[in-house]
Structure formats: structure tokens, C-alpha cells
């Protein structure tokens, strides 16, 4: 299953999906764009590229753009060395030109406005361009800016591609709206308020956000509960919080007579911080409103202008998408924290004897996964221990690993069988009546004998090897009573393995999201992982076990991991061990 799990994680961005994925993130940009990775080479680019350039996405897509597109005004290559652009790509940082020349596919020259700027997608390092076409802006003749108008069109599209990227790229509530005000402030506006519609519909002011020398200042003084919402009020809060289009306002639109409790909270709002002039619009998603966002001006004298509403309506919109998914993928993440924590055991007490187990879910599904592990009392007074993973992250998974481990129960209790005959009789109920399709684990009984050893009887049925550690340091992995993993249909007889536990001796038990690192093989996990347990073994159990996983699991892991580690004691069972075994 390791070496299954390692393709996956090794195909989780295909070319194709990538660049998919980035040209429906650049479509909502109103002008050419178009991205390169870390070498150049474009990755993706919008419709409104194509039409500029005359040139198909499958004739752009994996070319240089530098040699493909950079000319000078005679339309010659350009030189890197005197490539602007070329040179803001290289420094990695946000540069823009009002004079620069494209090549189009005919052998035209298309002369452009262009802005560059570092593009995060995903865990994908990029460059985003954003170019304007100059020619036509000039033959159309100069579009007259608003008054009030303190950002370009170049700038606002900017603003617009940066605000996507900044807000898809985290499914976190609290942190998505953390990079909304870096994004606005001081940019757009001095101040930024969002008010939030919760799950049980109240107003909650989440953010009242100022600049203050350069630093973002939370006025929590000015947060938390808000009056409900007035159906009837037309005061533009109140119409921004049941959906109704963006608007603006001033001190003055709050000064009379207040028709609901939100209007008194705004005119105190005014009151505080100042601002002339705010521009309010609905945070929506595709189902519901969610909330509403304030933008303010107080030391900035230009007055917001209508022409700024469409702005900050489409970064509410793109605000309002990302937080719909922030909150649902926070709602699942609870729902499986709840199903998880009903799914893992708690150790049983076994006297003398050390257990404690971890559970860490893949950092980037949904909270839960197929990892499991399992110890409980049999029958004949030994103890049965588990470890397992179910191939999966999500609910479906887990309730496979449900399945499996609740089995594996009832088969060890009621049959007092070798271990590996335990295994083949769950191998036969995994196949016919549960949805898993693969799972690995480790079936293990554990019992006192009378010379103050343990001993320990276990089959593996395709599950990384158990690690054993002396009370000196020497570890070793336990590679005899290996079978293949559940699922596979193949009949063969699943043989047992027996070791002895010396007093002192730690045992660790881990599913492969403990070892596997993507790019490297198995071996280097196993080696890391036994490094460290043989350097933290004098540790006490509950130290050595977060000891290791903090070590020892790889950075870059994207898998649940479930570990299970028990110690002998350090004295026979005549002092105050377990009845011995005869």
C-alpha cells in the first residue's frame, strides 16, 4: 500500500489539472494574462491573451514567453540582459511598464501595457503578467479616470488576479480574512470592516481593521455581536447584509433619526474611526449571503466614486466564494473531528505494562483518513494490539476503517486462533461484505511470561515492520510474519512470528504516513524513524512517542499518520507486574 499511496501523492498535479485550473482562475481577469513558472515557460493563459496575441493557449502553453512574445519596437528579439520584464521576473518582485512590445502570430507587433508580479497557486511557485493592449487605449483615446479613482485599470485588474490567488489558497476562515485586509489596506482604503452572518444568523463584526504607520491595527473594541438584521431598512449596511447591491455612504447617511440598531452601531462606527467616505458591499456565495464588507477612507481626503462600486463588488464576490468554502471544509473537518474521535480507542490498562497512541490527520483532507489503531483484552488474558490503514482520506475511509477494526474485534475475541488465522478470516469478511477496497495492518497479541520477558505473536499483513528498542538503544524492525496487504482476493495462509520483549523494551507500531516522504523511498523513512527511536528511547513513553513523530515525520507528508507505541516493564512481574502466563 506504501508504494501505492506514493503514486498518488506523486500525481496529485498534473500538468493538465494545473494549468485547467489556472486558466479558470485567470478568466476573471478582464485583460490579457498569463502565468510562467519558475523557468519561463508559460503554464497558462485566458482567453482575452489569445485574442490579443492571436495565438491558440496549445501554441502558448509550454513555451518561453521571453523568446516567444519579447520583441523590441522594430520588432527584433529582445535581448534578455535588456528585458525589463525578464529582469522583474528574475528578482521576483511587482514591476510594471507602460511601453512594450508583444510579437503576435501573424509577425505583428502588438505594443502593451504590462504589470508582472509573483503568483502563488497552490503549492505551485509562479509569475502572473497582466498586459493591456496600449495601441488600442491610445486609437480609443484616454478613458478619463474618475475623480475619485485612486488605482488604474491595470491596477485594479492586479488587485482583482492577486485577491483570487490570496484568498483560494487558504480553506482557513480566519486567515482568509486576514489576507482580504492586507490586500486592502492601505491600497484601496484606511479602514476595513466586515460584518459576518453566522450559522445561526447573527451579525457578528468580525474585522475593524486600521493602518497605522505601516502597521495593521484590530480595533477590538469596535468587533463582536451586532443588532439583527431589519428587513425593511433601506440604510445601506442593512441592504449589503440581505444581498442588495454595493453602495456608498458617508457620516452623514447615519446622522438621522436610526432605523434599527444596526444604524445606531454605524453611526458610532462613524464616530470612531473618522472615515468620510466608505463603500459597502454583500459578501455572497453561490447559495447565501454571508456577510457584508466596508471599505473606508478618513486620511485619504478622495471620496469613494461610483466607478469604484464594480471593484469592490467583485472583490466581495471573489471574498464571499472563498469563505463559502473556507466554512464548509470547516464544517466537514468538525463533523469528521467528532467521527474521529468516536472511531479511536482509548488504551486499556494493562498492569505494568506502558501504552499511548497518536493520531495525526493528512494536513490537507478532511480530518480523518483510514490510519487506525486498536489494544484491547482478549479472552485467554493477553492483550491484543492493531495497527491499520484503510486506503483513503475522507469519511468513506474512515468508515472502511470502522468496519475493519470492529471486525477485527469480534473475530480476535471469539476465536482463540493464531494471530495469522484471525487475519485470514478478516481478509474473507473485508472481500465480501465492506466497501474496502485495500488495507495493510498489523495484528499482534502480547502476554507476561514467567521469566519477566513479554512476548509478543504477530502477522503482517502488508503493513510497514514494527520497530523494537532495547532499554540500551539497540532497535531493530521486526520483518518475520510478513504476508500481503487485505483486499487482493489472493488465498494464501498468513504465518505468525514470535519475539520476546526484554524488561525496558519499547515497541512502535506506525502506519507508513509516519516514513513516507514523497520523492525519496521507503528505506530513507525507515532509517530516519530508527535513528530517532533508538536516540529517544530513555525518554518517558508519552515524550518519546511526540519526540518521534515530531522528528521523524516528513515535512512535506500528505497522510494521516497513527502510531501506537507500549513498554515493558523494567522489573519482572513478580514485582507488581500481571499474573504470569503457564
Given amino acids: 500500500m506504501a508504494g501505492r499511496k506514493h503514486a498518488q501523492s506523486t500525481r496529485k498535479h498534473p500538468a493538465g489539472t494545473v494549468s485547467g485550473d489556472l486558466t479558470s482562475a485567470l478568466e476573471a481577469i478582464r485583460a490579457g494574462a498569463y502565468v510562467v513558472d519558475e523557468e519561463g515557460c508559460i503554464i497558462a493563459a485566458n482567453s482575452s ?142 479602514w476595513v470592516v466586515i460584518d459576518l452572518i453566522t450559522d445561526l444568523d447573527e451579525v457578528w463584526r468580525a474585522v475593524v481593521v486600521h493602518a497605522e504607520d505601516g502597521v495593521l491595527v484590530h480595533r477590538d473594541d469596535l468587533q463582536g455581536p451586532m443588532p439583527p438584521v431589519p428587513q425593511t431598512s433601506q440604510m445601506p449596511l442593512s441592504r449589503a447584509l440581505r444581498g442588495v447591491a454595493a453602495t456608498l455612504a458617508g457620516p452623514q447617511t447615519y446622522e438621522g433619526v436610526p432605523d434599527s440598531g444596526i444604524a445606531v452601531e454605524q453611526h458610532q462606527l462613524f464616530e470612531a474611526t473618522k472615515m468620510h467616505s466608505v463603500a459597502i458591499a454583500p459578501i455572497r456565495s453561490t447559495r447565501e449571503v454571508l456577510g457584508a464588507l466596508t471599505a473606508g477612507r478618513s486620511e485619504n481626503p478622495v471620496a469613494f466614486h461610483p466607478a469604484d462600486l464594480p471593484l469592490i463588488e467583485d472583490i466581495a464576490r471573489r471574498a464571499g466564494l472563498a469563505l463559502d468554502n473556507a466554512r464548509l471544509y470547516q464544517r466537514q473537518r468538525k463533523v469528521a473531528e467528532t467521527m474521529q474521535n468516536h472511531l479511536l480507542p482509548q488504551m486499556p490498562g494493562v498492569p505494568g505494562l506502558q501504552m499511548t497512541a497518536r493520531y495525526l490527520p493528512a494536513p490537507h483532507a478532511s480530518q480523518v483518513g483510514g490510519d487506525w489503531y486498536d489494544a484491547f483484552p482478549l479472552a485467554d488474558g493477553s492483550t491484543a494490539l492493531a495497527i491499520g490503514d484503510v486506503v483513503g482520506h475522507d469519511l468513506e475511509a474512515a468508515a472502511g476503517m470502522a468496519q475493519v477494526r470492529n471486525m477485527l474485534r469480534a473475530y480476535a475475541w471469539a476465536q482463540e486462533e493464531p494471530t495469522g488465522r484471525i487475519v485470514e478470516r478478516l481478509d474473507e469478511a473485508v472481500q465480501h461484505i465492506t466497501d474496502v477496497d485495500m488495507a495493510t495492518m498489523i495484528f499482534a497479541r502480547i502476554e507476561a511470561m514467567d521469566d519477566g520477558t513479554w512476548q509478543l505473536t504477530w502477522t503482517n499483513a502488508g503493513h510497514p515492520p514494527p520497530l523494537l528498542i532495547s532499554r540500551d538503544g539497540l532497535a531493530d524492525y521486526l520483518t518475520d510474519g510478513h504476508g500481503i496487504l487485505l483486499g487482493t482476493g489472493a488465498e494464501r495462509q498468513r504465518t505468525d512470528a514470535t519475539a520476546s520483549l526484554a524488561p525496558g523494551s519499547t515497541l512502535v507500531l506506525y502506519t507508513d504516513g509516519l516514513i513516507e516522504d514523497p520523492g525519496l523511498t521507503l528505506d530513507v523513512g525507515l532509517e530516519r524513524l530508527h535513528r530517532h527511536a533508538a536516540a529517544l528511547v530513555h525518554r518517558p513513553l508519552t515524550s518519546f512517542t ?28 513478580e514485582s507488581g507486574g500481571p499474573a504470569r502466563r503457564r
Fill in 49 to 190: 491573451a489569445e485574442r490579443l496575441l492571436a495565438r491558440s493557449a496549445e501554441q502558448l502553453v509550454g513555451q518561453d514567453a521571453h523568446d516567444l512574445l519579447h520583441r523590441g519596437p522594430h520588432g527584433r528579439p529582445l535581448p534578455r540582459t535588456q528585458c525589463t520584464m525578464r529582469q522583474a521576473f528574475h528578482a521576483g518582485h511587482t514591476a510594471q511598464s507602460d511601453e512594450d512590445y508583444f510579437a503576435r502570430a501573424d509577425g505583428s507587433l502588438l505594443r502593451i501595457s504590462w504589470l508582472l508580479t509573483p503568483y502563488a497557486f497552490g503549492d505551485l511557485g509562479a509569475t502572473l503578467v497582466v498586459f493591456h493592449s496600449a495601441e488600442s487605449e491610445q486609437a480609443d483615446g484616454p478613458r478619463p479616470e474618475p475623480a475619485a479613482a485612486t488605482l488604474n485599470e491595470l491596477e485594479r485588474l492586479a488587485l482583482l488576479a492577486e485577491t483570487t490567488t490570496q484568498l483560494t489558497s487558504t480553506l482557513d476562515v480566519d486567515e482568509a480574512l486576514r489576507r482580504l485586509v492586507a490586500l486592502l489596506v492601505p491600497r484601496l482604503a484606511d
Fill in 546 to 573: 511526540d519526540q518521534l513523530l515530531n522528528r521523524v515525520r516528513p515535512t512535506r507528508n500528505d497522510d494521516d499518520v497513527a502510531l501506537l507505541a507500549l513498554r515493558t516493564p523494567h522489573r519482572g512481574p
